[in-house]
């Protein structure tokens, strides 16, 4: 084995202390390294990483450079996260990555080849009926609501709130059920309780 180990070295030199970090120590230092960058990530976009991170505590004490697709693979399969958290996941695996090969930390990036293997489950919902939006017409033609809007000018408009009044855009996204792509939630309300939610609410109340 350490035959094999000065092959390689000899192959392709590395800092033998870099390669001894594991992935909670590379998950560490990329944090630390993209808060102080000139242009650091959002504090919702923090807040991801760390909850996100805690769904890898079977990889914190794996050596980078021993870690391989199946680790990967098996963290999101086995999470029993909704698709919207895992997303969150491998973003961070992604992440850990990249750092890791600027380092030198490792020599390929596994991550890469994780996929999810669950159903997009963000947008589900109800449709309205036929009969229900012409009762909906109705009530706007009573009430002198021009008939111009649809249902989903709701949407737009709980979005302008939240833009008018100051909702965190963590929290403003997990209420309207969006996937936070790279900046995604983590189950129904991601790291946000009941009582932080309806904080950032009544700030449009009020």
């Known amino acids: 084995m350490a035959y094999d180990a000065l092959v390689e070295y000899n192959r392709s030199p590395y800092d033998v202390d870099a390669r001894a970090l594991t992935f909670a120590e590379v998950y560490e230092k990329m944090l630390a390294e993209r808060i102080n960058s000139p242009k650091p990530p959002s504090r919702s976009t923090i807040d991801a990483y ?8 079977h990889l914190h004490s794996v050596r980078m450079a021993d870690l391989r697709l199946d680790h990967l ?6 999470s029993g996260l909704r698709y919207s958290m895992q997303v969150h996941v491998l973003n961070l695996m992604h992440q850990v990555y990249k750092y890791a090969l600027k380092y030198d930390i490792v020599e390929k990036d596994y ?24 009762e909906l017409a109705k009530l706007w033609e009573r009430l002198a609501i021009p008939n111009t809007h649809t249902p989903h000018d ?3 408009t709980f ?8 909702v965190d855009m ?14 995604v939630t983590e189950n129904t309300y991601g790291h946000r309780n009941l009582e932080e939610l309806r904080a950032e609410l009544e700030k449009i109340c009020h």
């Open 154 to 156: 709701c949407r737009h």
């Open 73 to 78: 693979q098996g963290a999101l399969d086995n």
């Open 111 to 134: 991550s890469h080849y994780a996929q999810i293997n669950i159903e997009n489950d963000n947008e589900k919902g109800v449709p309205f009926t036929d009969e229900f939006r012409k």
């Open 50 to 57: 760390r909850v996100a991170f805690q769904h890898l505590t």
């Open 170 to 183: 963590f929290t403003k996204k997990l209420l309207m059920g969006h996937s936070l792509g790279t900046s």
């Open 159 to 166: 979005s302008w709130l939240c833009d008018k009044y100051g």
